[in-house]
T-cell receptor
């Protein structure tokens, strides 16, 4: 059973371009969380999704950021018109949705905006 | 609202000596508490979790943590540090009420250095 898979591991974008980050949850997991880690900070919750539904996007910036978790395929975090401040590590986690919200994390995507 | 405070941003110990990483939390509900470790350029690994069962929780690599409700603390300890323990450690709380809207609240992390 493969763990949570994120790709790419490293992504470099120029200001104004789009960044697409992918996350394949663990097999059997239907809950996906996205977190952002800025330099020397803890992780900050961005969005919580279940298949085809956004459950909680209270941590996601209102503009330029969007997330989806389609019925088939990976979850996608999309950042349009990236700016230098978007440079961070983006972590995806998945859980089976049991009573204990134990989440399994991917290795993260490190986004650098130049 | 729930929150997590890691009381030390950096801890330095000598190899073979005890490790104590401190964490206090606030929560409106009965919390679930976790410690995660992040090695350089690696992903996040779950060390241990507390979920309202035994208050002393044992995790991987010899780590353990004790949930103290009266002190709202969940400190992480290890009797004897190893060089490979050098990493960033995060205390995490989740107190989502029944239902689907749960998320993890992260401390800012404690960087553990182990000196030979």
């Amino acid at each position: 059973n493969a763990g949570v898979m994120q790709n790419p591991r490293h992504l470099v974008r120029r200001r104004g371009q789009e960044a697409r980050l992918r996350c394949s949850p663990m097999k059997g997991h239907s809950h996906v969380y996205w977190y952002r880690q800025l330099p020397e900070e803890g992780l900050k919750f961005m969005v919580y999704l279940q298949k085809e539904n956004i459950i909680d996007e209270s941590g996601m910036p209102k503009e330029r950021f969007s997330a989806e978790f389609p019925k088939e395929g990976p979850s996608i975090l999309r950042i349009q018109q990236v700016v230098r401040g978007d440079s961070a590590a983006y972590f995806c986690a998945s859980s089976p949705g049991t009573a204990v919200p134990e989440a399994f994390f991917g290795q993260g995507t490190r986004l650098t905006v130049v | 609202a729930q929150s997590v405070t890691q009381l030390d941003s950096h801890v330095s110990v000598s190899e073979g000596t005890p490790v104590l990483l401190r964490c206090n939390y606030s929560s409106s509900y009965s919390p679930s508490l976790f410690w995660y470790v992040q090695h350089p350029n690696k992903g996040l690994q779950l060390l241990l979790k507390y979920t309202s069962a035994a208050t002393l929780v044992k995790g991987i690599n010899g780590f353990e943590a004790e949930f103290k409700k009266s002190e709202t603390s969940f400190h992480l300890t290890k009797p004897s540090a190893h060089m490979s323990d050098a990493a960033e450690y995060f205390c995490v709380v989740s107190d989502g009420n029944a239902g689907n809207n749960r998320k993890l609240i992260w401390g800012l992390g404690t960087s553990l250095a182990v000196n030979p």
